[in-house]
């Protein structure tokens, strides 16, 4: 997360994506997605989470904030690329406020797990895009919490694009994860992100980096992330509010995989 296929995510038709949605709730239940991140930008304004009224100056189509139809999207997607320290940007005073954190969200103690969720944005007002998403989330995770902003520039992808906005996400969901990556896709289209090419710049990319203690590894459905291990925008913000959330393939910390990588 080199090239279109890290940076970006091209995902297949949606005839596609509905047969093998189909076909995985036919057998196994799993879910894996994608993170978008960069090389890092000196430049970075600290902005909190709740505070984010004013506008981004980040370049987008008037379209950005229309809404899409939903898709039953399902297909994996890969990390992008990057290697040097993200600066930061803005970080939430404490634990997220959730407008309407309870509505739909249906609890089981048996059934709670610790999920890790990195935001992406850069198209549009990149910030009202993490207030929206964040404030989603609060309907189906409980106890999150999310990063500092971090500012990156856009690595492999085609032409010029306008910077990346990164964080992370924590909490505790009920769902599947499979039901989670459904979820993390439709409020995306409820930002208006859309997929005309590979390495397309985006409204909203909502990834799915751990889910508890679950190993899948599936086609299109791979949890943890095969690449996040390697990637300090990932590592970074998820450090920041988990380090010692356990990547179950390794063992390590997150705290531990950032070290690893910072040298």
């Known amino acids: ?8 995510s091209w995902r297949p038709g949606g005839r596609h994506r509905r047969a093998a949605a189909r076909g995985r709730r036919q057998g196994r239940r799993g879910g894996a997605r994608r993170h978008r991140g960069g090389r890092p930008r000196r430049a970075g304004v600290r902005r909190s989470v709740a505070a984010s009224g004013r506008g981004d100056d980040q370049r987008a189509p008037e379209r950005d904030a229309a809404r899409h139809p939903r898709r039953d999207a399902r297909a994996a997607a890969l990390l992008r690329a990057g290697a040097r320290r993200p600066r930061r940007s803005s970080r939430p005073p404490g634990p997220v406020a959730r407008r309407g954190a309870r509505r739909g969200a249906v609890f089981a103690v048996d059934r709670i797990t610790s999920v890790a969720i990195a935001l992406g944005s850069n198209l549009g007002d990149r910030r009202a895009h993490f207030d ?47 039901e989670l990556l459904e979820a993390l896709l439709e409020i995306e289209q409820e930002r208006g992100r859309e997929r005309p090419m590979p390495g397309a710049a985006r409204t909203l990319d909502l990834d799915l980096v751990l889910f508890g203690n679950r190993i899948l590894d599936e086609p299109g459905l791979v949890v943890p992330h095969p690449r996040f291990r390697s990637r300090r925008f990932v590592l970074e913000p998820l450090a920041e509010i988990a380090p010692d959330m356990v990547d179950p393939v390794t063992g390590k910390t997150v705290g531990e995989l950032l070290r690893l990588v910072t040298g």
């Open 1 to 8: 997360m080199a090239g279109d296929g890290d940076r970006g």
């Open 132 to 178: 929206y998403a964040l404030s989603r989330l609060g309907s189906i995770l409980r106890n999150i919490r999310a990063s500092t902003f971090f500012d990156t520039d856009p690595v492999d992808v085609p032409g010029r694009q306008p910077l990346f906005l990164n964080a992370a996400a924590v909490g505790e969901t009920a769902l599947s994860p499979d």
